[in-house]
């Protein structure tokens, strides 16, 4: 799977993904209210509102796009109904042959690990069954717990050819407050980074490894030490755009072989029209306004990488 | 919430949770055959199997305990059926007006925490209507992420008068990779134990505040320094009894009201009848051999706390 999203990306000269992390108030009037006359006010009816939205915006990018990262979050906020909108822009995305990054920075002691892995990327038993319960290509996992809360998600990987992406450098303002801290002279991140470069030795692809990270577009210094830490690392970069990550700082996160990153964007591309660049579009026409938003963002990477 | 806890550990005289973590193998035959004939093997019947059993130990134990912690990967792992028995398990545990914690040991930057918060202890907005999803009483949460990632849980926990607990030491064995590394000199626990304790003023309850912590009951060492790091902390202790955590040990975890923490057993509690000690009960009677644990369990802590 990691050697698809190489070759995704190098065949659409895109290294970026889409964001699907709808709120309820980036979904226009006349798709909730379509939505709301079929089901009501209901968790039901959010869960049919986001998965709508989800469903115009893919078909409108698709072609350009190798990745898209649904954020769990927004789809749990909604109960079941969420979760079964989450499912169905999963399923949706595959079928579109998307590579699928489950955002849901899970991560627990070893056997509940398990159980999350299991869950997110792999094969739950039932009597003499087994299925695919979200069946994600990769996901988010967080390393507080250390390596016996990633070991199984390298295990049941593996099997299943799948991958994840270890949280290393956040994005938000606040992650300084555990994550720089200073250990033996150097920040914790670093010492994550190292055990990210340990763990992807277990599981590697052709040229990088099914274990990758995540490290903020919002700390560019950061991200070009943790680059030379992780060298078969594929690094999930979000925080570009509305987060005030750009795209001439992120050049030292890519490798020489203009791979080794992946940069995300939710907001700036789902909720596109309702930015002043975007609104001739008009909220009828919202997917459209993502698909500009694609675009621009593909031009803004690229022009950024050829300048390196 | 937290006034609630306190209570209701003091009246029953059990400063012990019950984790609600199921197996399907811990699940009798007896039940699984019932799910399956009326569901198949299939995502559903796995749902129904672990439900019905959930339902049989809370039966059996609720007049004897404060609180129960379904573990919310041993669901999530059977997909959406999964989380429809982890919904009907909180609903009814809290009918049963036992405190429900989600171990679910989320946490994200801030607007993403937002909606995790939304969804599992807040209540989540549907055009004019305001839905609770998940509706705990307290949530677990990772804080590698900082401050930012933690906040939005304390604002909706001060609406809704819930809590959440923060990992701070964890109970496995990798727990010490990244959270015994020494920053000035001090363990990152403690830095993380500092911090708990800060944000725990920002939401206290009589004695103690709706912001507790974890650490786990195989670190006893630690967890002496922790409490006084934290005095007005109630501390989520998971790891005793199948984890190798003994109630001599835990003595230290509590203040001297006799509160301040409060003991997980999971498999040792509901899974009891598949223990040599249990066998008599035979899994026909695998609740009642639960029942027997917690009364075992609460017993052990009592005469170890009593010889403080």
């Known amino acids: ?55 115009a915006i ?27 909108a989450f499912k169905k822009t999963v399923d949706y995305c595959k079928e579109k042959d998307l590579v699928v990054i489950g955002d849901i920075k899970r991560g627990d002691i070893g056997s509940t690990s398990a159980a999350y892995a299991v869950g997110h990327v792999g094969k739950v038993q039932v009597g003499s069954k087994r299925y695919a319960a979200f069946d994600e290509d990769f996901v988010t996992v967080n390393p507080y717990l250390g390596s016996d809360g990633i070991q199984p998600f390298i295990d049941i990987c593996k099997e299943e050819n799948k991958g994840i992406f270890v949280l290393v450098k956040t994005s938000n303002p606040s992650s300084g407050e555990f994550q720089d801290q200073l250990v033996d002279g150097k920040p914790l991140y670093e010492l994550v980074g190292k055990k990210v470069a340990e763990w992807g030795e277990l599981h590697m692809g052709e040229a990088y490894s099914y274990v990758g990270c995540v490290v903020g577009a919002t700390y560019p210094e950061m991200g070009k030490v943790l680059r030379k830490i992780m060298p078969k690392t594929f690094i999930l970069v979000p925080g570009y755009g509305a987060q005030g990550g750009k795209a001439e700082d992120l050049v030292p996160y ?55």
Chains 1, 2 share one sequence.
């Open 254 to 308: 890519f490798n020489k072989d203009g791979l080794g990153a992946i940069i995300n964007s939710s907001r700036g591309i789902i909720a596109a029209y309702k930015q002043e660049k975007y609104s001739k579009f008009g909220s009828e026409n919202f997917a459209d306004a993502s698909r500009q938003a694609v675009l621009d963002m593909r031009e803004d990477i690229n022009s950024a990488l050829a300048g390196k």
């Open 58 to 84: 893919v078909d409108a990018t698709a072609d350009l796009i190798p990745a898209v990262k649904p954020q769990i979050a927004m789809y749990e906020q909604f109960g079941i109904p969420g979760l079964v």
């Open 1 to 55: 799977m990691i050697n698809k999203l190489c070759k995704k990306i190098t065949d659409l000269k895109a290294p970026i993904v889409v964001g699907l992390d709808p709120m309820l108030n980036y979904v226009p009037e006349e798709i909730k209210k379509a939505a709301f006359e079929q089901f009501g006010e209901t968790l039901e009816g959010a869960g049919e509102a986001i998965w709508q939205f989800n469903k």
